[in-house]
């Protein structure tokens, strides 16, 4: 599987992070950060290594690259919107727009909060699309005891969503994480 990451500017970043660092080692990640996003970064840790964001040439860029799905995590409010506009003025709003185009699955993990309307109607617009809107929320049922068992958690639900087999989290009947 080949699977384009888009990390936008919301606080998060490091859910992002954690989301390649867990994926299987048969996928084949690209990663991609906006502006914004390494401005975050900046301020809450960690590094990255990516395409960047002006590369519209990239070949991620392009539905003959063949992505077979795309990760919008977290998603601030301004890509989404311009996602939900159609608009692709640079490579992370491109690979989206690939995504929607080609038909492929597209997950978006709008990160702030309260949501205004204009970020619903958004994010009803592009469900409706067949995207799939998939804030970082807790399962409680998963029986947390630190920050990681909650991220392993998001990440495992955003797999989900796109068809990675994985053993994050524990699942709902279950008496433990199989690893």
Request: glycine share 8%; net charge neutral; hydrophobic share 45%.
């Amino acid at each position: 599987m080949k699977i384009a990451i888009v990390l936008s500017g919301a606080s998060g970043v490091h859910l992002g992070h954690r989301f390649v660092e867990w994926l299987p080692a048969e996928i084949e990640a690209h990663l991609i950060a906006t502006e914004h996003a390494r401005q975050v970064e900046r301020l809450e840790g960690g590094t990255l290594q990516q395409y960047e964001p002006d590369a519209i040439g990239a070949p991620v860029a392009s539905g003959s690259f063949q992505v077979d799905a795309t990760a919008v995590l977290p998603c601030s409010m301004n890509t989404l919107a311009k996602i939900a506009c159609g608009i692709a003025d640079n490579l992370p709003t491109r690979v989206a727009a690939v995504a929607l185009k080609e038909h492929k699955p597209l997950l978006l993990a709008p990160r702030e909060i309260p949501y205004s309307a204009i970020a619903l109607e958004n994010m009803l617009k592009l469900s409706r699309l067949g995207v799939q809107i998939a804030p970082p929320v807790m399962g409680y049922y998963a029986e947390h005891d630190s920050v990681e068992a909650m991220e392993r958690f998001i990440v495992g639900k955003w797999y989900d969503l796109l068809g990675i087999e994985h053993r994050l989290y524990r699942r709902w009947g279950s008496s433990k994480i199989r690893n």
